[in-house]
């Protein structure tokens, strides 16, 4: 897997919509309106903080006239509205891949269960939901997706929930499921002990995936 162009897909998107975002909340702000999610944001910080209580209107005066570090600090993080799912998303329709965001959670989520896709069921005890459906040469890929970037509690627990999943793999659904899995995170170590723990398992990332997808080979 080539990690290092697969995290430049990830990363220019991203800087791309931080810098789309920050000059449309500019925009806005330049025409002297404050969105109600800015100013109870701007509410919360001050009250979170204990600052004085004018100090909300040199903050809001600074953003008014369009402050680029105050308004990035104020900003809502693309980061946390689905932007990985997104991108993914983007490059498959780009590359003429059909894709399609599976249901995260009731009956209609789909589920790798005990070597089986199975949906309409009852959500099992700790396991997660399968995240895409793609097709490549006419062929229907269930897809375990996950970007992680960074190191810590949250990010082990992702790659916990990656481990279960991969585990109700076998060999009925080897070339049906597959995982795709990006960022820093899943470094060299973390790859092979996830190969290590099932080598039924198809594990790749966003490039790699594209690639399978425009060469002649079978899958």
Not at 98 to 126: C, H, M, Q, R, W
Request: glycine share 4%; net charge positive; proline share 1%.
């Amino acid at each position: 897997m080539d990690k290092n162009k697969n995290s430049d897909i990830y990363e220019k998107s991203i800087k791309s919509v931080w810098r789309k975002e920050r000059e449309k909340l500019i925009k806005t702000l330049k025409n002297n309106e404050i969105p109600l999610w800015l100013n109870d944001k701007v509410d919360n910080f001050i009250k979170r903080t204990y600052l004085n209580e004018n100090s909300k209107k040199e903050i809001i005066e600074r953003l008014l006239k369009g402050d680029e570090i105050l308004v990035t600090f104020f900003m809502r993080d693309p980061k946390r509205q689905n932007i990985y799912e997104k991108i993914f998303i983007k490059e498959m329709i780009k590359n003429n891949i059909e894709v399609i965001k599976l249901n995260s959670s009731g009956k209609n989520a789909f589920y790798v269960i005990d070597d089986e896709v199975k949906t309409n069921i009852v959500k099992p005890i700790g396991h997660k939901s399968l995240d895409f459906l793609i097709k490549i040469k006419n062929k229907e890929i269930y897809l375990i997706n996950k970007y992680t970037n960074e190191e810590g509690g949250g990010q082990d627990n992702q790659f916990n929930d990656v481990i279960i999943q991969l585990k109700n793999i076998g060999t009925k659904t080897r070339n049906k499921v597959w995982v795709c899995l990006d960022g820093e995170y899943y470094t060299e170590d973390k790859i092979d002990k996830l190969i290590s723990l099932n080598k039924n398992a198809i594990i790749t990332n966003l490039q790699s995936l594209i690639k399978k997808a425009k060469d002649n080979k079978k899958l």
